[in-house]
């Protein structure tokens, strides 16, 4: 395969397509072919609202994103033997050993333990304050876990150990705040806060000098405003008037620049050409100068489907992802046969809440990052410019 320099175009029309008719503000996207920068662009305005430009190199909140850097900490620090995949997770949370389930709306003791595998992969059992017909979603609204960024990680997820399960360990994938705990789980092991071990183990090796959980001061005017149709803890529900830019004030729950906020799931601030940094280390292992952070070993181990075939297709509550499996780190495609849009066998990757976006296809060496701010979004302009990525390979 080789890109096609007329079809490489299509990405950036395809931007220009959904910024000129309003649903978003800006569109920023970066793709790497074989190592090489395949296409550059960023397109809109910061606040189309307020006719605002673009700042250089604009700053924005990533939510999910967030995820995979977190995961990749836990599979050094397995590497590393400070932690399994199989140990429980009671034997670094205590609290955890005192877990139940909801069973028909009564709690009943789990059958069996919570796993660190189980984090990674989603089926702990937890669930996130938006999903749909959940009581224990419920419950997490109750304590406003979406809600309050003054909350440290510690006293968050001592929260969360109070509720009860969805579902028994093991048992079902179900999008959660299972890294959450994981991040915690890291914190107790290391000695360190998760804003140390990100910064040390994945930031600074990577470059990734505009990446962080927090904006210094004199760098504040580079943040992207945030637009959308919900805030983060609302429940799911079908949106079916055309999108549109709504202005939002997101600062309670994402805080620019507290020195305590920090999150596994969620709340880390970055670039297109910072996370552009950090895919290398999904693909080899190895940051753009080679530093090996990850073995060669636990780069293919981590990319392996890890949901058996009675637990999919894999849905994010009223949003589907068919042909997808999870792996360590992210979603995993294992069937085009059922997918919605242009992609290929092993293609992975995961998004944000806030409309961004990245895929790593590490056989095809094709990568891509989409930046844009925008809750509650119902145009998938992240998988929109993956497709157009991937139209612009044509056999040689």
């Given at each position: 395969?080789?890109?096609?320099?007329?079809?490489?175009?299509?990405?950036?029309?395809?931007?220009?397509?959904?910024?000129?008719?309003?649903?978003?503000?800006?569109?920023?996207?970066?793709?790497?072919?074989?190592?090489?920068?395949?296409?550059?662009?960023?397109?809109?305005?910061?606040?189309?609202?307020?006719?605002?430009?673009?700042?250089?190199?604009?700053?924005?909140?990533?939510?999910?994103?967030?995820?995979?850097?977190?995961?990749?900490?836990?599979?050094?620090?397995?590497?590393?033997?400070?932690?399994?995949?199989?140990?429980?997770?009671?034997?670094?949370?205590?609290?955890?050993?005192?877990?139940?389930?909801?069973?028909?709306?009564?709690?009943?003791?789990?059958?069996?333990?919570?796993?660190?595998?189980?984090?990674?992969?989603?089926?702990?059992?937890?669930?996130?304050?938006?999903?749909?017909?959940?009581?224990?979603?419920?419950?997490?609204?109750?304590?406003?876990?979406?809600?309050?960024?003054?909350?440290?990680?510690?006293?968050?997820?001592?929260?969360?150990?109070?509720?009860?399960?969805?579902?028994?360990?093991?048992?079902?994938?179900?999008?959660?705040?299972?890294?959450?705990?994981?991040?915690?789980?890291?914190?107790?092991?290391?000695?360190?806060?998760?804003?140390?071990?990100?910064?040390?183990?994945?930031?600074?090796?990577?470059?990734?000098?505009?990446?962080?959980?927090?904006?210094?001061?004199?760098?504040q005017h580079r943040m992207m405003p945030m637009f959308g149709q919900k805030i983060l803890g609302?429940?799911?529900?079908?949106?079916?008037?055309?999108?549109?830019?709504?202005?939002?004030?997101?600062?309670?729950?994402?805080?620019?620049?507290?020195?305590?906020?920090?999150?596994?799931?969620?709340?880390?601030?970055?670039?297109?050409?910072?996370?552009?940094?950090?895919?290398?280390?999904?693909?080899?292992?190895?940051?753009?100068?080679?530093?090996?952070?990850?073995?060669?070993?636990?780069?293919?181990?981590?990319?392996?489907?890890?949901?058996?075939?009675?637990?999919?297709?894999?849905?994010?509550?009223?949003?589907?992802?068919?042909?997808?499996?999870?792996?360590?780190?992210?979603?995993?495609?294992?069937?085009?046969?059922?997918?919605?849009?242009?992609?290929?066998?092993?293609?992975?990757?995961?998004?944000?809440?806030?409309?961004?976006?990245?895929?790593?296809?590490?056989?095809?060496?094709?990568?891509?990052?989409?930046?844009?701010?925008?809750?509650?979004?119902?145009?998938?302009?992240?998988?929109?410019?993956?497709?157009?990525?991937?139209?612009?390979?044509?056999?040689?």
């Open positions: 395969m080789k890109p096609d320099s007329a079809r490489v175009r299509n990405i950036g029309q395809i931007a220009q397509k959904h910024v000129s008719s309003g649903e978003f503000s800006s569109i920023e996207w970066a793709v790497d072919y074989a190592g090489k920068a395949l296409s550059r662009g960023a397109i809109g305005q910061s606040d189309a609202l307020n006719s605002v430009p673009l700042a250089d190199n604009p700053v924005y909140r990533i939510y999910s994103m967030t995820k995979p850097v977190v995961s990749v900490l836990a599979l050094q620090l397995i590497e590393e033997g400070l932690l399994g995949l199989g140990h429980p997770l009671a034997l670094y949370l205590p609290a955890a050993g005192k877990l139940k389930v909801l069973v028909d709306g009564r709690e009943q003791p789990v059958s069996k333990p919570v796993t660190i595998e189980h984090l990674l992969t989603h089926r702990a059992g937890f669930s996130y304050d938006f999903l749909p017909d959940c009581a224990v979603a419920v419950l997490y609204g109750k304590q406003r876990l979406a809600e309050d960024g003054n909350r440290t990680l510690a006293d968050m997820v001592d929260v969360i150990l109070t509720c009860s399960l969805t579902a028994e360990p093991g048992s079902e994938w179900r999008y959660s705040y299972s890294i959450d705990v994981l991040a915690r789980v890291l914190e107790v092991v290391s000695g360190k806060t998760l804003q140390q071990l990100v910064a040390e183990r994945l930031l600074d090796p990577c470059g990734m000098a505009d990446t962080g959980f927090k904006i210094a001061t004199d760098q609302d429940p799911m529900t079908v949106i079916t008037k055309p999108q549109q830019l709504y202005a939002m004030n997101v600062d309670a729950a994402h805080p620019l620049d507290s020195d305590t906020f920090a999150r596994g799931g969620h709340g880390l601030y970055s670039t297109a050409s910072d996370y552009m940094r950090f895919l290398p280390v999904l693909m080899s292992g190895k940051t753009n100068d080679g530093t090996v952070l990850l073995s060669a070993p636990m780069v293919d181990m981590m990319w392996q489907n890890r949901i058996p075939e009675s637990q999919r297709p894999l849905a994010v509550g009223i949003n589907p992802l068919p042909g997808y499996g999870w792996n360590l780190f992210g979603r995993v495609m294992t069937d085009t046969g059922q997918a919605l849009s242009l992609t290929c066998v092993g293609e992975g990757g995961w998004a944000g809440a806030a409309s961004t976006y990245f895929w790593v296809d590490r056989d095809r060496q094709l990568s891509g990052v989409v930046m844009t701010q925008y809750l509650g979004a119902t145009v998938p302009v992240g998988d929109f410019i993956k497709s157009a990525a991937y139209q612009a390979l044509v056999n040689s």
